[in-house]
């Protein structure tokens, strides 16, 4: 996309989707660094590790024991990108590891994690609200939950617990 000074502009939101698809799995770009989840669309690192996060913390509902392979499997990712990702989330704070690889939150990634889920909940509801289907409302819930800024999202959940039955 052309900025009006005529150079190219190489921010994230100007990139077409299908120059993304046709890029490797970490894209890198003047600004901006990023990987494409299982559904072949770019996700910036924020999102990538709050996704991460949000799904280590529902298979904890589900589960006691959650290990690496866990979290692969859930989103259909290799064991080496899990593993990666892992480590980053360990080195962030976010999580600590067992020697037998048992993944555990820490106290700063639990909160953030259940911000996240939250976060989901809410624009899952208000899009539910203003018509979606369920799916539909899951779907965009999940890519709106990591753009959105915090006042927003305050102002959403204000309207969707204004609203409930």
Same mark, same amino acid.
């Given at each position: 996309?052309?900025? &009006?000074? *005529? ?8 990139? =077409?989707?299908? #120059? @993304?698809?046709? %890029? #490797? ?8 660094? =990023?990987?494409?989840?299982?559904? =072949?669309?770019?996700?910036?690192? %924020? ?5 991460? +996060?949000?799904?280590?913390?529902? @298979? ?12 692969? &499997?859930? +989103?259909?990712?290799? !064991? ?6 892992? =480590?980053? +989330?360990? !080195?962030? *704070? ?14 700063? *990634?639990?909160? !953030? ?17 203003? *018509?979606?289907? !369920?799916?539909? &409302?899951?779907?965009? &819930?999940? %890519? ?6 915090? $006042? ?8 969707? $617990?204004?609203?409930?039955?």
């Amino acid at each position: 996309m052309q900025k &009006a000074s *005529g150079k190219k502009c190489t921010r994230f939101c100007c990139f =077409g989707r299908e #120059a @993304l698809y046709k %890029r #490797a799995k970490v894209v890198y770009n003047y600004t901006n660094v =990023g990987v494409k989840n299982a559904k =072949g669309i770019f996700m910036k690192y %924020r999102e990538s590790e709050e996704m991460y +996060l949000e799904t280590i913390l529902l @298979l904890s509902k589900q589960k006691t024991d959650i290990h690496s392979i866990d979290i692969a &499997a859930e +989103l259909n990712f290799s !064991k080496p990108s899990v593993s990666r990702a892992v =480590g980053l +989330l360990e !080195k962030n *704070g976010y999580i600590t590891r067992s020697e037998s690889g048992e993944i555990r939150f820490t106290e700063s *990634g639990l909160k !953030k994690a259940t911000h996240i889920y939250e976060r989901h909940r809410i624009i899952t509801a208000l899009l539910e609200v203003v *018509g979606a289907d !369920k799916e539909l &409302a899951e779907e965009n &819930a999940c %890519r709106i939950e990591h753009v959105i800024s915090e $006042e927003m999202f305050e102002i959403m959940k204000s309207f969707v $617990e204004s609203h409930k039955n």
